[in-house]
């Protein structure tokens, strides 16, 4: 350690000039989150649309779902985000009791949420996949349900 006051105070300025530089760049690179859209459901379940844009990445369209402001499916990926020049047209829906709601965007994405298990289609439970038959046959089932009074809602892929 060096025992001048003017070499202790040079070291203390370049340590301090990385750590700035270093917090810098950190700010510059993390993931910025902005609100595309929001959707609500009377009475407290709220559907929300992110653009999610990184430093090295395109951006890409996140949702998450929310319960009386709580947070209950985290943020998901739904696919790369709309361009400026063409925003998504997306239209909503409920089933008639109001247990299934839908988010949807023609040939972009679909998203269920069914009220009572706070399950929601993409995003499955941890130890579930879509490939599952018995997955499949309860997303199924929820996707016809709704889909008896809004036969415009796209079924996913996945569940063909």
Not at 10 to 26: E, K, R
Not at 92 to 102: C, E, F, K, L, Y
Request: hydrophobic fraction near 40%.
């Amino acid at each position: 350690m060096p025992r001048s006051p003017r070499a202790r105070n040079a070291i203390g300025c370049v340590l301090a000039g990385l750590l700035t530089a270093f917090f810098a760049l950190w700010w510059i690179s993390r993931p910025r989150r902005e609100e595309y859209a929001r959707y609500s459901f009377a009475p407290d379940v709220e559907v929300r649309l992110f653009i999610e844009s990184d430093f090295d990445d395109p951006p890409t369209l996140l949702y998450e779902i929310r319960k009386r402001r709580r947070l209950v499916v985290p943020a998901t990926y739904l696919g790369p985000a709309p361009d400026g020049e063409k925003p998504l047209e997306v239209r909503t829906a409920s089933s008639p009791d109001g247990s299934i709601v839908a988010v949807w965007s023609e040939g972009e994405f679909t998203i269920l949420h069914h009220r009572p298990s706070g399950e929601s289609w993409p995003r499955l439970l941890d130890h579930e996949t879509a490939r599952q038959p018995p997955v499949r046959d309860k997303w199924r089932a929820r996707f016809a349900l709704i889909r008896r009074q809004h036969g415009e809602i796209p079924l996913p892929t996945d569940l063909d």
